[in-house]
T-cell receptor, first 112, second 117 residues
Framework: GNSVTQMEGPVTLSEEAFLTINCTYT??????LFWYVQYPGEGLQLLLK?????DKGSNKGFEATYRKETTSFHLEKGSVQVSDSAVYFC???????????FGTGTRLKVLA | DAGVIQSPRHEVTEMGQEVTLRCKPI?????LFWYRQTMMRGLELLIY????????DSGMPEDRFSAKMPNASFSTLKIQPSEPRDSAVYFC???????????????FGPGTRLTVT
């Protein structure tokens, strides 16, 4: 079946450090891939997405590239800020179902 | 657009009472999802609807939980009777799904924090 695996958190970084949060997936067919962010006390918000192989999603300085050969969609940011502290979820959905599969989430804490 | 609207935002109730959570999806969206989030179990999909029809309710914990979508602009999640282990944040999400092709993103509501004492 379809699944998403994220790196365990929490991840603690200093401000302006480089961020990578790993995400790999298993899916039949060609899924759409998403990164969502959840700030404390709020719902999940879409951060970026990619719908086909080699697509790069980007938003607010975050980037992720859809790598079909490695079945990965790692999230990166060159210089994190304190305001990026949140929980990040990787997710996929395939055209054969309306269901979304979410990873377990990775908590990021950025220190000033 | 107002986004996905959920009510109430907070609910505190006693064990054994009935609880009803409400959701208004984004206008024009044809899929609606109910999730539950806890520290122990993370984000769990409870049920989802497409064009007001329940497609998959395999995530509903037990018969105490029920969900309805009487029309395209309203859905409810009911717990009767409630138990302390139902305490969680419940999210509603909606999306506009084409009949085929790439999947579009989900839009989440702010959630309802339920506490059962």
């Amino acid at each position: 079946g379809n699944s998403v695996t994220q790196m365990e958190g929490p991840v603690t970084l200093s401000e302006e450090a480089f961020l990578t949060i790993n995400c790999t997936y298993t899916a039949t067919g060609y899924p759409s891939l998403f990164w969502y962010v959840q700030y404390p006390g709020e719902g999940l918000q879409l951060l970026l997405k990619a719908t086909k192989a080699d697509d790069k999603g980007s938003n607010k300085g975050f980037e992720a590239t859809y790598r079909k050969e490695t079945t990965s969609f790692h999230l990166e940011k060159g210089s994190v800020q304190v305001s990026d502290s949140a929980v990040y979820f990787c997710a996929l959905s395939t055209s054969g179902t309306y269901k979304y599969i979410f990873g377990t989430g990775t908590r990021l804490k950025v220190l000033a | 657009d107002a986004g996905v609207i959920q009510s109430p935002r907070h609910e505190v109730t006693e064990m054994g009472q009935e609880v009803t959570l409400r959701c208004k999806p984004i206008s024009g969206h044809n899929s609606l999802f109910w999730y539950r989030q806890t520290m122990m179990r993370g984000l769990e999909l409870l049920i989802y609807f497409n064009n007001n029809v329940p497609i998959d309710d395999s995530g509903m914990p037990e018969d105490r939980f029920s969900a309805k979508m009487p029309n395209a602009s309203f859905s409810t999640l009911k717990i009767q009777p409630s138990e302390p282990r139902d305490s969680a944040v419940y999210f509603c999400a909606s999306s506009a799904q084409p009949s085929s092709g790439s999947r579009s993103e989900q839009y989440f509501g702010p959630g309802t924090r339920l506490t059962v004492t």
